[in-house]
């Protein structure tokens, strides 16, 4: 199961930080990664981190304002947002799939979902 936390209203130009924790599975062995789906919009890749967490990667549009972090000891997936703008408003969902290399990620279907928190970005 994961659980994602922290989403709620923010002003443009503001930050939040979102978690996502997870339960019933190992999660220190599974790579993971966050997404997003706007309003009629198709859903967006945002980023993935390894198991290991020694490999990040973000969509380019996004890559320098989101950062993507996990703590293998807690069992949660971070996404901190900084500089958020009304056109990152979404709802954002965490994921999470076991793959052989730990220190890989993308590429891969994932298997585990969270349920979403929205974030919403307007003065």
């Known amino acids: 199961q994961l659980v994602e936390n922290g989403g709620g209203w923010v002003q443009p130009g503001g930050s939040l930080r979102l978690s996502c924790t997870a339960s019933g599975f190992p999660f220190d062995t599974y790579s993971a990664g966050w997404f997003r789906q706007a309003p009629g919009k198709e859903r967006e890749d945002i980023g993935c981190i390894s198991a290991s967490g020694t490999k990040i990667a973000y969509s380019d549009s996004l890559e320098g304002r989101f950062t993507i972090s996990r703590d293998n000891a807690k069992n949660i997936l971070y996404l901190q947002m900084n500089s958020l703008a009304p056109e990152d408003t979404a709802v954002y969902y965490c994921?999470?799939?076991?793959?052989?290399?730990?220190?890989?990620?993308?590429?891969?279907?994932?298997?585990?979902w969270g349920q979403g928190t929205q974030v919403t970005v307007s003065s």
């Open positions: 994921a999470a799939v076991w793959i052989r290399n730990a220190n890989w990620c993308g590429g891969h279907e994932y298997h585990h």
